[in-house]
Nanobody, 125 residues
Framework: QVQLVESGGGSVQIGGSLRLSCTAT????????MAWFRQAPGKEREFVAAILWNGRNTYYTESVKSRFTISRDNTKNTVSLQMNSLKPEDTAVYYC??????????????????WGRGTQVTVRG
């Protein structure tokens, strides 16, 4: 059974940092691009960052560029998201996801066929 399990969420003050991790079990995703999405209350799920299967290229939504860093370790089947200089608008449930090899864009959640259950990130003012 394939599972993605996120960890590392929590509550931090403005300007703080958190590191999210996602571990995949059940199969290897070394040939799949992976990403982080987030969903705030009352809002749609939005793309945050993606990393290619080989880790050589990364992509970010504009609002997190220079603050967040996505990485992966294919030997451990994990993907991580280092989040620095956190802002209240970063408050959301964060999900890791595995992109289908047939997907066309990184930003569209419909192109991802495995999802974790999410981890809550709260940034306090």
């Amino acid at each position: 059974q394939v599972q993605l399990v996120e960890s590392g969420g929590g509550s931090v003050q403005i300007g703080g940092s958190l590191r999210l991790s996602c571990t995949a079990t059940g199969r290897s995703f070394n040939n799949n691009n992976m990403a982080w999405f987030r969903q705030a209350p009352g809002k749609e799920r939005e793309f945050v960052a993606a990393i290619l299967w080989n880790g050589r290229n990364t992509y970010y939504t504009e609002s997190v560029k220079s603050r967040f860093t996505i990485s992966r370790d294919n030997t451990k089947n994990t993907v991580s998201l280092q989040m620095n200089s956190l802002k209240p608008e970063d408050t959301a449930v964060y999900y890791c996801a595995v992109q289908s090899i047939y997907a066309n864009t990184y930003e569209d959640p419909l192109g991802y066929n495995y999802w974790g259950r999410g981890t809550q990130v709260t940034v306090r003012g």
